[in-house]
């Protein structure tokens, strides 16, 4: 496989089985495992998701190869009341950042993340935030991205 083999663009509404299929693959790689309950709860929620958010505020760049989705971002363009670190309220969250184990290793993340950078400067937004595993972190570096520091602690309250 060579890299002229693939082809980068965004998702659509065909994609999405495949979006499902690889937000799964993505979450059994990151936490090791699902259980057969937690997957029927995301093939049944994802479908309906990716349908209302899809082309609007969630963007997702892929790289397609063979007629299927090999790799994936999600780009989730977030509006917030503006402050001085985001004038016009626009910011972005990156997650779910996934190639399939035999397309990694080509500079196939490389090249949609910096799909996704440019997308981001075109829209606006005042930053991108994402937070970053050890074999992703490096991908990130390269493409601009920087450790944040924070005078605030991240903090979360579980429902």
Same mark, same amino acid.
Not at 7 to 22: G, M
Not at 62 to 76: K, M, Q, S
Not at 82 to 101: C, Q, R
């Given at each position: 496989?060579?890299?002229?083999?693939?082809?980068?663009?965004?998702?659509?509404?065909?994609?999405?089985?495949?979006?499902?299929?690889?937000?799964?693959?993505?979450?059994?790689?990151?936490?090791?495992?699902?259980?057969?309950? +937690?997957?029927?709860?995301? =093939?049944?929620?994802? #479908?309906?998701? /990716?349908?209302?958010?899809?082309?609007? =505020?969630?963007?997702?760049?892929?790289?397609?190869?063979?007629?299927?989705?090999?790799?994936?971002?999600?780009?989730?363009?977030?509006? &917030?009341?503006?402050? #001085?670190?985001?004038?016009?309220?626009?910011?972005? +969250?990156?997650?779910?950042? /996934?190639? +399939?184990? =035999?397309?990694?290793?080509?500079?196939?993340?490389?090249?949609?993340? &910096?799909?996704?950078? +440019?997308?981001?400067?075109?829209?606006?937004?005042?930053?991108?935030?994402?937070?970053?595993?050890?074999?992703?972190?490096?991908?990130? &570096?390269?493409?601009? /991205?920087?450790? &944040?520091?924070?005078?605030?602690?991240?903090?979360?309250?579980?429902?």
């Amino acid at each position: 496989m060579d890299k002229s083999d693939l082809i980068f663009d965004t998702a659509n509404k065909d994609d999405i089985p495949d979006l499902v299929r690889l937000r799964i693959a993505y979450i059994e790689d990151d936490f090791g495992s699902v259980s057969e309950s +937690e997957r029927r709860a995301m =093939e049944e929620q994802l #479908p309906g998701y /990716f349908e209302k958010k899809l082309g609007r =505020e969630l963007n997702v760049f892929v790289a397609r190869a063979e007629g299927r989705l090999v790799a994936v971002a999600y780009l989730l363009i977030i509006e &917030k009341p503006a402050n #001085p670190n985001m004038p016009n309220g626009l910011v972005g +969250e990156v997650y779910s950042v /996934f190639t +399939e184990k =035999e397309y990694r290793g080509k500079g196939i993340c490389t090249r949609i993340m &910096k799909n996704l950078v +440019e997308f981001a400067r075109e829209k606006h937004l005042s930053f991108v935030d994402l937070k970053a595993t050890d074999k992703g972190y490096p991908v990130y &570096k390269k493409v601009g /991205f920087a450790d &944040k520091n924070s005078k605030y602690r991240d903090m979360r309250l579980d429902m």
